[in-house]
């Protein structure tokens, strides 16, 4: 088959032949429809997961039909159509049983811990506990590419708002960096019955789209910052620069501050942003990931007196488990999710390697995804 793969950190990925993939025990083999490429592929290929060793298939976001399945597999069969959580729990421990597979210790990855499905087929661990069956199209499902944009970046937001925020309507979001999972996170506020929805991002076109899809304040964080600073939003208050002009302007804009705020880009600066733009008691859920710091890990420096003068809660939120979905897909069928109006391009296999190194420089708005059967 034909799949992209890594074969040196920060080295382009190519399109190869290798070998078709085997079902595990308890897995299966899907054909891939439609697989979009996202920031924490990025991270993959720039070496900032240690799961990940070259040579790698990338990819984890995606749509396909069951090809080959497993001894063990006893809920699907060929021809099945499906997507899975980006993270395979092992739904067999104490975690996983205690309904929070996400986290699981024993999790399996497509396209960190495994190959991915960036590629003609994939592998999955773990089906039984991990697919989703896929409505058809005609049966208000989505489509394979919009299925892809559900991805992780879809079903990241949706956990991050519903699961851990817990965002109750009428509540303002704030939400820091308007790429997949920020547009995501916009739409899915709106879907939720939130208040005032402010996006925050330094791309003109990134804030077209994000009021397109239902943000009512957009905040140009490099506009807001002033020249010479780069969008990082530094003061002489705050010591990390997050009570600037950007917290302000969200302040301003949902009476003093927003219940829910949502850092989705993965930067030392937008996450002070987000504390200091959030009320007295307000959530801040950390979806982006962090690049590796001077200390070789993502360890951001947090102001911890704004947390705890405001009584703010910090939560990491890392994915969506597979039970899931149906409240994920139900909003899709109810017309009040259009996964598909996330979706910017969508490429050959071909393209996907370009695309992947240029992510971080991207100006066009919306989600890439990927067919690898073109």
């Known amino acids: 088959m034909r799949a992209l793969v890594l074969r040196a950190f920060g080295v382009e990925p190519l399109v190869e032949e290798v070998p078709d993939p085997e079902p595990p025990a308890d897995g299966v083999v899907l054909r891939v429809a439609a697989s979009g490429l996202c920031r924490s592929d990025w991270h993959a290929y720039a070496g900032h997961d240690g799961d990940v060793v070259p040579p790698q298939v990338l990819g984890h976001e995606l749509a396909g039909v069951v090809e080959r399945v497993g001894p063990e597999v006893a809920r699907w069969r060929p021809g099945d159509r499906v997507t ?14 205690g309904g929070d597979p996400q986290v699981c210790p024993h999790q399996r990855q497509p396209g960190f811990t495994d190959d991915g499905s960036l590629a003609e087929r994939v592998a999955l661990h773990h089906a039984d506990a991990n697919l989703v069956a896929l409505p058809a199209v005609e049966d208000g499902g989505p489509t394979d590419v919009a299925a892809a944009a559900l991805g992780c970046r879809t079903a990241t937001a949706y956990r991050a708002l519903g699961g851990r925020a817990r965002l109750r309507p009428g509540e303002s979001v704030v939400v820091l960096g308007c790429g997949g999972v920020g547009l995501s996170a916009v739409v899915l506020a709106r879907a939720m019955g939130a208040g005032t929805v ?8 990134a804030l077209a789209r994000a009021r397109e899809l239902g943000a009512d304040v957009v905040v140009d964080a490099s506009a807001a910052a002033g020249p010479g600073v780069d969008g990082g ?19 301003d804009a949902t009476g003093g501050g927003a219940a829910v705020a949502v850092e989705a880009l993965g930067s030392e600066a937008t996450l002070a942003q987000g504390l200091w733009s959030l009320r007295r008691r307000g959530r801040l859920v950390q979806v982006g990931l962090l690049p590796p710091g001077p200390d070789g890990a993502g360890r951001p420096r947090v102001a911890l007196d704004r947390a705890i003068s405001h009584e703010l809660d910090l939560l990491g939120s890392h994915g969506m488990a597979a039970a899931d979905y149906p409240g994920l897909l139900a909003l899709v069928a109810s017309g009040a999710l259009d ?6 391009e969508v490429l050959p296999l071909a393209h ?15 989600v890439v995804v990927v067919e690898p059967w073109r």
Do not use: K, M
């Open 339 to 344: 996964p598909g109006a996330l979706v910017g």
């Open 233 to 251: 939003d530094r003061s002489s208050r705050g010591g990390l620069g997050g009570d600037g002009p950007v917290a302000a302007a969200v302040r």
């Open 352 to 366: 996907a390697g370009r695309a992947l190194v240029e992510l971080p420089r991207r100006t066009a708005a919306g």
């Open 198 to 205: 402010v996006a925050v991002d330094v791309s003109p076109a």
């Open 84 to 97: 899975t959580p980006f993270v395979c729990g092992c739904g067999r421990c104490a975690t996983c049983r």
